[in-house]
């Protein structure tokens, strides 16, 4: 059950990041100038992207472990990947303080900030803060949240000081990161540059362990299909009360190619992943219809969830620009504001 943090663990957060704006971090770094601050396990290391050198949005993203930086990793090469920009927005993982416009605020954010005392005035000017979540809607934090982003912007605090007495150049463009380290048995802050662990987005194989289900899907007569498989964003807040917060689930989607129409589309729980729901949705096809003689994917996430699927059952896996099918009925859907 989702718990509230009190006016006093909100006045704390706000103090914190009050006095992070001050610095005007955005005037060193920009958005892929990672800053990295490690206080056990590396695997555990947040990571924090300093918003606004353009001018356009202030803010702070704190990445919490490796999982954090991978959908990081996600919106930096979201063209790359062939994602829209939605779907790496939607799929993030992170905390985030904005300094934006009233207008952009909810009624519970400006409430929080008028009984904290705070006032703000002007563009780019009013605090905010977001949870992000894959499979729900961008939304305010919980008390855990709101606990957890104060240490985090704390931390930060405490590398900005480091970085800058010691006039550091750190290399970013070429993979590294500014690293601030607690070492546990000199209990002793150290800090300097150090690689990233990964640059790029980390796609994770589908592996079905069932045999029975694979020596069923090898033996799968074939058909003459040719389908399209992507995943979508629903791009909408639904609210539930079996959810602590509204949900904004990943759609997948099946299409035939060749006539254009959308086969089947499911809208999962949120905590569910879309991918294993899309390989379910190409082993119904199979048993039912046969085998597709080709399935078209539009990036490596979805054909690296369909990849065993197609091997077993000797299907071609093309990799497209685009699905046309399947891009006419997203289309439709943001027509009718689903």
Same mark, same amino acid.
């Given at each position: 059950?989702?718990?509230?943090?009190?006016?006093?663990?909100?006045?704390?957060?706000?103090?914190?990041?009050?006095?992070?704006?001050?610095?005007?971090?955005?005037?060193?770094?920009?958005?892929?100038?990672?800053?990295?601050?490690?206080?056990?396990?590396?695997?555990?290391?947040?990571?924090?992207?300093?918003?606004?050198?353009?001018?356009?949005?202030?803010?702070?993203?704190?990445?919490?472990?490796?999982?954090?930086?991978?959908?990081?990793?996600?919106?930096?090469?979201? !063209?790359?990947?062939?994602?829209? #920009?939605?779907?790496?927005?939607?799929? /993030? +993982?992170?905390? @985030?303080?904005?300094? $934006?416009?009233?207008?952009?605020?909810?009624?519970?954010?400006?409430?929080?900030?008028?009984?904290?005392?705070?006032?703000?005035?002007?563009?780019?000017?009013?605090?905010?803060?977001?949870?992000?979540?894959?499979?729900?809607?961008?939304?305010?934090?919980?008390?855990?949240?709101?606990?957890?982003?104060?240490?985090?912007?704390?931390?930060?605090?405490?590398?900005?000081?480091?970085?800058?007495?010691?006039?550091?150049?750190? !290399?970013?463009?070429?993979?590294? #990161?500014?690293?601030?380290?607690?070492? /546990? +048995?000199?209990? @002793?802050?150290?800090? $300097?540059?150090?690689?990233?662990?990964?640059?790029?987005?980390?796609?994770?194989?589908?592996?079905?362990?069932?045999?029975?289900?694979?020596?069923?899907?090898?033996?799968?007569?074939?058909?003459?299909?040719?389908?399209?498989?992507?995943?979508?964003?629903?791009?909408?807040?639904?609210?539930?009360?079996?959810?602590?917060?509204?949900?904004?689930?990943?759609?997948?989607?099946?299409?035939?190619?060749?006539?254009?129409?959308?086969?089947?589309?499911?809208?999962?729980?949120?905590?569910?992943?879309?991918?294993?729901?899309?390989?379910?949705?190409?082993? $119904?096809?199979?048993?039912?219809?046969?085998?597709?003689?080709?399935?078209?994917?539009?990036?490596?996430?979805?054909?690296?969830?369909?990849?065993?699927?197609?091997?077993?059952?000797?299907?071609?896996?093309?990799?497209?620009?685009?699905?046309?099918?399947?891009?006419?009925?997203?289309?439709?859907?943001?027509?009718?504001?689903?």
């Amino acid at each position: 059950m989702r718990k509230e943090a009190s006016l006093e663990q909100w006045g704390g957060l706000y103090e914190v990041a009050t006095r992070l704006k001050a610095r005007k971090p955005w005037e060193k770094f920009c958005d892929m100038d990672l800053i990295g601050v490690r206080n056990g396990a590396a695997e555990d290391t947040v990571f924090f992207s300093i918003l606004g050198q353009g001018g356009d949005c202030y803010g702070i993203v704190v990445y919490e472990g490796y999982e954090g930086l991978n959908r990081y990793m996600m919106l930096a090469m979201q !063209d790359r990947l062939n994602f829209s #920009m939605d779907f790496a927005m939607y799929n /993030q +993982k992170n905390l @985030t303080c904005y300094w $934006g416009n009233r207008d952009e605020l909810t009624n519970k954010q400006r409430k929080v900030i008028k009984d904290l005392g705070y006032a703000y005035r002007g563009k780019n000017q009013w605090l905010y803060f977001l949870s992000y979540e894959p499979g729900y809607w961008p939304y305010d934090l919980n008390q855990e949240e709101v606990l957890r982003m104060n240490g985090h912007l704390q931390d930060l605090e405490m590398a900005l000081q480091y970085y800058d007495q010691a006039d550091m150049q750190v !290399d970013f463009e070429s993979g590294n #990161m500014f690293l601030l380290s607690f070492d /546990q +048995k000199k209990e @002793t802050w150290s800090f $300097g540059e150090e690689p990233l662990p990964f640059v790029g987005y980390q796609i994770r194989d589908l592996i079905i362990t069932d045999e029975e289900l694979l020596s069923d899907l090898a033996k799968a007569p074939k058909c003459d299909a040719v389908l399209e498989a992507d995943l979508s964003v629903l791009g909408a807040s639904v609210t539930d009360k079996k959810y602590d917060r509204p949900a904004n689930p990943a759609l997948p989607l099946l299409g035939d190619a060749l006539s254009g129409m959308i086969l089947k589309f499911e809208m999962p729980e949120p905590e569910e992943d879309p991918l294993v729901s899309l390989a379910e949705m190409v082993i $119904g096809f199979i048993f039912y219809n046969g085998s597709p003689k080709e399935i078209q994917v539009s990036n490596d996430v979805v054909g690296a969830g369909l990849a065993q699927i197609c091997e077993v059952c000797k299907i071609k896996l093309r990799r497209v620009n685009s699905l046309p099918g399947l891009e006419s009925f997203k289309q439709g859907m943001e027509r009718f504001g689903m």
